[in-house]
C-alpha cells in the first residue's frame, strides 16, 4: 500500500515539475496564498515589486500602506503616488487639474444656467375672446441656438372678462409655424409650460410669442388681457 503511495506520489510530481501545473501554492507559514485566479497576500503592508534590470530600469512596485494602495519605490523606500487618493490631483487646485474637457466628458448638468427672456410688448388689453383664432403676435423675435439647450419654457400671466374662454399663449418657431411650447387656460398666473417640444425649434432660428383663443366665449365682447409673456431658456454643459 505505502508503495503504491509513493508511486503515485513521484509521478505527480514528475508531472508537476514537466508541466508546471500547479492550482495552489502556500509559502511564508501561509502568509501568502498563489491560486490559478490570483494572489492572495496577508501582512502588514504587503507588496507587488517589480525591479528592472534593464539600463535605467526602476525598482518600483505596487504597496498597501494605511489602507490605501501606492506606487512604491523601493530604490528610495517612499511612496510615489496614493493610487486611491490620485484622483484629488485632477480636480481645480489640484497639482496635474485636467483641462480641455469636452461637453460629453461632464457629468450631467456640471454646468447649468437660465437665460430669461421678457416678451417687451406682451402686455395686452380688451384681446376678443368671443372668437377662435389668433388674437395678438409678438412683434419681438429671437434666436435660440439648439446647443445645451435642455427644456424651453414659456411663463405667463392673463385675465379673462369671463369664465367660458380659453387662452393657450405659445411660443412659435418663426420658420415652420410651429409649436415649441405653450400655457393654455381661462386665466394663468405666472403659469409655466412643461411641453417643450425640441422637434419644434428650429437650430438659431427666430421665435416669438403668440396668444390664440381656442374655446371662445359665448358672450359677445369677452375679451381677455395679457399681463407679461416670457420665456425662459435652460441650457446645461453636459
Not at 510530481?13 to 485566479?37: A, C, M, P, S, Y
Not at 535605467?56 to 523606500?77: H, Q
Amino acid at each position: 500500500m505505502m508503495d503504491e503511495l509513493k508511486r503515485i506520489i513521484r509521478e505527480e510530481v514528475k508531472r508537476i515539475l514537466q508541466e508546471g501545473e500547479l492550482e495552489f501554492i502556500k509559502g511564508g507559514k501561509h502568509t501568502w496564498h498563489l491560486k490559478n485566479d490570483g494572489l492572495h497576500i496577508s501582512a502588514a503592508n504587503p507588496h507587488i515589486r517589480l525591479e528592472g534590470t534593464e539600463t535605467g530600469g526602476a525598482d518600483k512596485g505596487i504597496r498597501e500602506d494605511g489602507g490605501t494602495l501606492k506606487i512604491y519605490d523601493f530604490a528610495s523606500a517612499s511612496n510615489v503616488m496614493d493610487l486611491e487618493a490620485h484622483a484629488s490631483r485632477h480636480v481645480e487646485g489640484g497639482a496635474d487639474p485636467i483641462s480641455g474637457l469636452t461637453a460629453s466628458q461632464l457629468a450631467a448638468n456640471t454646468i447649468l444656467f437660465k437665460i430669461p427672456v421678457l416678451i417687451p410688448d406682451s402686455p395686452q388689453t380688451g384681446l376678443a375672446a368671443d372668437s377662435t383664432g389668433t388674437k395678438w403676435t409678438s412683434n419681438f423675435k429671437f434666436r435660440i441656438p439648439k446647443q445645451n439647450v435642455k427644456d424651453v419654457v414659456i411663463r405667463a400671466t392673463w385675465t379673462a372678462s369671463h369664465t367660458d374662454s380659453t387662452t393657450e399663449i405659445a411660443l412659435i418657431d418663426d420658420a415652420t409655424g410651429n409649436t415649441v411650447c405653450s400655457v393654455s387656460g381661462n386665466t394663468g398666473t405666472d403659469a409655466e409650460s412643461t411641453n417643450y417640444t425640441e422637434a419644434n425649434l428650429s437650430d438659431d432660428g427666430l421665435v416669438y410669442a403668440q396668444a390664440s383663443v381656442t374655446t371662445a366665449s359665448a358672450t359677445a365682447g369677452a375679451t381677455f388681457d395679457i399681463t407679461y409673456v416670457a420665456v425662459e431658456i435652460k441650457v446645461a454643459v453636459s
